[in-house]
Structures are given as structure tokens and as C-alpha cells.
């Protein structure tokens, strides 16, 4: 569906900083927002979940034991950003009933971006083993990320979890502007981190993947956001309420890349409100 495009029109609709000139403004604040809520919340810190120098996770315990654990997956289109930047959904979240994990992973070029989706199904399998430390429950995983991040988090919902559970203990997923098929990538400057072949493409885009896991599912954008964006997210809830799914999509006016965060850390908001309703609390 891209073949009319030129170079220019992909960096429009697939460059997210190019469309926001003031996104260094937004995360900073995000920064400094996380590095205060760590301050004030009791966590622990930088756990390691594999032998790659950036798999390493944050875990936020819930109040009372045997609560939803929501696993958080950072953006930065797979090359840049980590798990620092978005602590500040945590407290919310922990005011809603749920456990939190921050994950980080290593990052292109450094390794390949179908490392980067098996670390993030890595993560997932040690959040299970460590959940009751945190008041968590194994069975009750609600997969998230924004960006790159609701990329991953997707991924988990195609993923072969061949341990004989078939991923049922993810009870949800929310994804926030994320981007589904990776057909533009080739396109645009992150290509010189992110390098996929056509093969790459086919098996690493959730758009053109067959859920496995059956779960209720947020899929939220920024009206703000480029129209092609946009659309991706639209294309994926169909496709998710094509495979029988439950899918409830949003688009979220006045938001744009990289102010849409920050409604996940909105108690009074729609998008929070949908994640409620996710985490059954």
C-alpha cells in the first residue's frame, strides 16, 4: 500500500520526530517525571533478566498480593530510549491494584531486531517466575509498550509460547501508538540501525502475523499523529477483531507521539480507564 510514496512522504508519516520538532522538550520531562516517581516509590532496581548488557527490568510490587502484573515495553523505534524515560506510569498503576515491570533491552544496531522481540518474550517468561515476589500473579500478565514498544508488546500476542501454556496467562495487551507493519522502515533514517530484510518484514510485523494469544486488547493513537500512523493502528484492531478478538481502539485527540505517554499515567482518562478494564480492576 506504500508503493506511491517517496522519501520524503515516509519520513512525513513514519519519522514521529520530525512531526514533533519539540521532542527532546517532552523527554526530558518524561525523564525527570521517572527519576522523581523512583524517588518516591519502593522498587527494585535494574534486575537481570538475561546476559545482554541492557536486559535488565524494574519491578514496581503491588499492594496486594496476587494482582495483575502490567509488563511495560519502552519506545524508541528499537535504537534509542529505555525503560528510564516512563517509570512515571508506574504509581497509577499501582494506585489501580496492579504490579509493574519497566523492561529494557538491547538495542539496534547492537543486536538484530528479531533479538530484540526474543528478549522481550525472555523478559516475559522471568516476570512469570518473579511475580509473587512482587504481589504479582503468573497467570495475569497484561503486556504494554508505546512506539516501538506497543510493537514488542504485540509481537507477544503472535508469539509461539511452546511451553504448553499457549500465552494464556497474558490476559491483556495495550498499545500505544504503535507501529505494526514494518514495510516503511526501509524507507527512512532509522533503516541504517534497523536493518530488515524482506524476510524480516514478513515475520516481524504483527500486522501480518495471526494472533495466538486470545485476549482483550487497547489499541490507542494520537489524533494528532501522521495520517499513515494512524492508520496502522486502525488496520490492527481490525485485524485483531478479524481473528476474534477483543479489540477496543482509540484515537485520542489533541495527543501526539510523544504526549500520547503520558495519558497512560492519567487515572481520569480514557485510555487509563480502558486499561482498567484490561487488568479487571
Known amino acids: 500500500m506504500y508503493e506511491a510514496l517517496n522519501e520524503a512522504d515516509f519520513a512525513q508519516h513514519f519519522m514521529p520526530r520530525l512531526a514533533v520538532p519539540d ?71 499501582l494506585d489501580a491494584g496492579a504490579a509493574v515491570a519497566m523492561v529494557d533491552y538491547d538495542l539496534c ?26 504481589n504479582g500473579d503468573p497467570d495475569r500478565l497484561v503486556v504494554a509498550g508505546n512506539s516501538a514498544g506497543a510493537h514488542l508488546a504485540a509481537m507477544m500476542l503472535s508469539h509461539d509460547w511452546n511451553d504448553g501454556s499457549e500465552g494464556a496467562f497474558i490476559q491483556g495487551a495495550v498499545l500505544v501508538t504503535g507501529i505494526y507493519d514494518l514495510a516503511p522502515i526501509p524507507h527512512i533514517q532509522v533503516r541504517e540501525d534497523v536493518a530488515l530484510t524482506a524476510q524480516d518484514i514478513e ?30 493502528s486502525a488496520r490492527y484492531h481490525h485485524l485483531l477483531v478479524d481473528a476474534g478478538m477483543k479489540s477496543e481502539y482509540m484515537v485520542l485527540p489533541g495527543h501526539h507521539h510523544f504526549s500520547i505517554s503520558r495519558a497512560i499515567a492519567e487515572p481520569e482518562g480514557k485510555l487509563f480507564g480502558a486499561m482498567r478494564r484490561v487488568l479487571g480492576s
Open 23 to 93: 521532542h527532546e522538550t517532552w523527554l526530558s520531562e518524561d525523564h525527570a517525571l521517572s527519576a522523581a516517581t523512583r524517588e518516591r516509590l519502593p522498587h527494585r532496581r535494574n534486575e537481570r533478566y538475561g546476559p545482554g548488557p541492557l536486559q535488565l527490568i524494574d519491578l514496581f510490587p503491588a499492594k496486594t498480593p496476587m494482582s495483575p502484573l502490567f509488563v511495560f515495553i519502552h519506545g524508541g523505534y528499537w535504537r534509542a530510549l529505555s525503560k528510564d524515560h516512563f517509570a512515571y506510569i508506574a504509581e497509577p498503576l
Open 109 to 134: 544496531p547492537a543486536v538484530p531486531l528479531g533479538t530484540v522481540v526474543e528478549q522481550c518474550a525472555q523478559a516475559v517468561t522471568w516476570l512469570r517466575g518473579q511475580a509473587r515476589s512482587i
Open 203 to 232: 515475520r516481524l510485523s504483527p500486522l501480518r502475523l495471526k494472533p495466538r494469544v486470545k485476549a482483550p486488547v487497547v489499541v490507542a493513537v494520537g489524533g494528532d499523529e501522521p495520517p499513515l500512523w494512524i492508520d496502522q
